[in-house]
């Protein structure tokens, strides 16, 4: 008998199940935990996720007890098991795998399981008991996944976002910084890997700060979507199971609780199926990821060599490169944050099949969207970061370099068109090109009556 001391009992309409006597999670998280296991990463890895569900119960609970429906000292004990929750404790008892079945029922139950024991602790009950707070008829009165699920995923990626609007911010305040340093550095500019015409290593460097900087006001833009909830739809968005009272204040008191200017979804029936908002935010994630990478190509390409390839910047040097090649130093952090984006392309490929699945009133497949979007957030958070302390703010230029390649390059000729026409100029890229003669030298042969004038002009 004394080996079973560490185990309890609990039952649901499909029978029993024995979980640990001081869990604090219940039945159907139990069976979760045997039905999915899918990552081996649990939903508290998603802290923000764990926070919009303990604002949602909280708010629930109070409009509840304002209808009338819940006992006041029940109320006070979920809002303060919620408080618990907020103030970082009861994190661990959230342990359902961050893809599960269900249209994200069991992350749901999860936290009612969890909140439902600690607040009847509170009350000086046992967990599993639930004689004074229960999961279902307490903790989620009037309230169904299909808007407790929903409601919580838009309000991660709003606490979220502007932790990537400042990791963005940063990276694009580096890249300004090295603009302003570089702006007197003249190098040749390339398109298609060929010399096309001169430019300044610090227009280089601006064009990435602009190129990044235009998705902070998407970010910005897009986060009012994830505002707009569907509390007080319930099941499907018809409203069913909650009170009129209940209806028409829990957003508003969910937005005292959290903070945020949460407003009510118009049509709550479309809301609740409708993931447009995250296949839109996913596609933003990608667009940045986009540019970030084709950045990190740049930069390794710009600083390959050193003798060997282009040479003109020097990037840090983080750490030796090969365990056979002494002193050669690899860049590793462009090549971290290539690969960082590469997940993100994959994720948001992921969330686009997710959100097309949806059948019907609701969308099962939330579990995989959230989390692909989550993922791709973090690893976008990540590399920004890192690029920027790692990487960008530790860039040099070979001034030496970048005037010597420019001098020997056709890329100044274009600037000569103007002045001696097209055919001309052509006549002395060839000439630079087929017997690598400077410009100057390449002019004297070409335009020798005009030369000194020429030349004035190509360096003002």
Known sequence: MAKHTHIRLECDFLGEISLPASA???VETARALQNFPITGIAIKQMPELITALAWIKKAAARTNSSAGLLQDDVAAAIAQACDEILGGQMRDPFAVDVIQGGAGTSTNMNANEVIANRAGELLGDRPGSYKKVHPKDHVNMAQSTNDVYASAIRLTIVQRNQHLIDALRGCVAMFTKKADEFAHVHKIGRTQL??????????EMRGYATALGEDIERLIEIESLFLEINMGGTAIGTSIGASEYYQTHIVQELARVSGLPVVSAADKIEASWDTGAFVLYSGVLKRIATKLSKIANDLRLLSSGPVGGFGELRLPRRQPGSSIMPGKVNPVIPEVVNQACFRIFGADTTVTFAAESGQLQLNAMEPVIIWSIYE??????????TFAKNCIGGIEVDEQRCSALLSASTAQVTALSPIIGYAKAARVAEAMTDRSLTIEQALRETVPDQTETVLEELLR
């Open 24 to 26: 604090y999670y219940g």
């Open 194 to 203: 060929q010399d096309a015409v001169p430019m300044t290593v610090g227009q």
């Open 376 to 385: 791709s957030s973090t690893a976008l958070i990540a590399a920004l970061e």
